[in-house]
């Protein structure tokens, strides 16, 4: 396992680069951090619930990573442990990802 952080346009994420099914906290943080929100924002803003952190099935991909995104960002800078319950989220989210490159 590596411990760097490989930038990855959405428009380039393939099914490689995603954590496997049971990643733990570690694998997750990687590969959340992979997506710069700099790189591939534009100035339309996000959604609330992106910025909530609330994980939808009806995102697209780009939403997605951001959720996703922002879901490290918030337990990376708590001060307790993630919660499980948050953890199987991150995977969810992974797993939303998994399908939409999937179906591409």
Known sequence: MTNSIKIIKTARLSLKELPNPNAD???LSLFALSFDPRMELDNSGISEDLVLRKLKDTYNLK???ICLYNMQRWWNN????IEDS???DMRCAVELIRSKLDSK
């Open 25 to 27: 906290w570690h694998e």
């Open 63 to 65: 939403e997605l990573r």
């Open 78 to 81: 708590k001060t307790v442990k």
């Open 86 to 88: 948050a953890l199987k």
